[in-house]
């Protein structure tokens, strides 16, 4: 089991440290104490389908399809041989911090909150191409996909959990651009990797 979870966290885990509107609403709303735990529950289960279904549609799909499995592995390392250039590029050319400031007022409205969150997750096509397209191809190449789904799935509820509640003390150290920029480096480093795998299995 070991095997294949610990690759599904790790990937699971470097794809969701990618900065983007949802991660900097979830950070804020931890920031203010609001909500917090229906935000980070969204999120992560959000995940764990849009992870079951590509886990489950791929791996069927790679059974059927004969150089599917073949395709999909080249065209997931060549995807992540973009997406890690383009975390080094940020981190290369980025010097802006990230802007979480609490607003001041009233507690917003538990349903604006969900709903919110919920388009952030949902409306992304990001979320599709890298948590369907992406993790339900490379779960393909372990014999073990349910560990693997399981191990990307607990990296979500670890990162969202982490964030919304770590958010205060995250807070100060993410708003120096060089932390985005050390992050931005280890992601797309950890993404070659993972490329390098790939292409060599």
Known sequence: MTSS?????????????????????????????????????????SDAILIAAGVAGFGSLAQVVPGFETVMRYGGAAFLVWYGTRSLISAWRSHAGLEAEPRNGGKTALRTV??????????????????????????????????????????????????????????????????????DALIGLTMWGIALKLVTM
Not at 5 to 33: D, E, T
Request: aromatic letters at 16%; proline letters at 5%; a positive charge.
């Open 114 to 183: 969900l709903l919110t969150v919920l388009a952030f997750t949902w409306l992304n096509p990001h979320v599709y191409l890298d948590t369907v397209v992406l993790i339900g191809s490379i779960s393909a190449q372990y014999d073990d996909r349910l560990s693997f789904a399981l191990g990307a799935m607990t990296a979500s509820f670890v990162f969202f959990f982490a964030l919304g509640y770590g958010a205060r003390l995250l807070a100060p150290v993410f708003a120096r651009p060089r932390a985005w920029q050390v992050l």
């Open 5 to 45: 979870f610990f690759p599904g966290f790790a990937l699971g885990f470097s794809l969701i440290l990618a900065i983007g509107a949802q991660n900097a609403f979830v950070l804020r709303q931890g920031l203010r104490h609001e909500h917090v735990l229906p935000v980070v529950l969204t999120c992560a289960v």
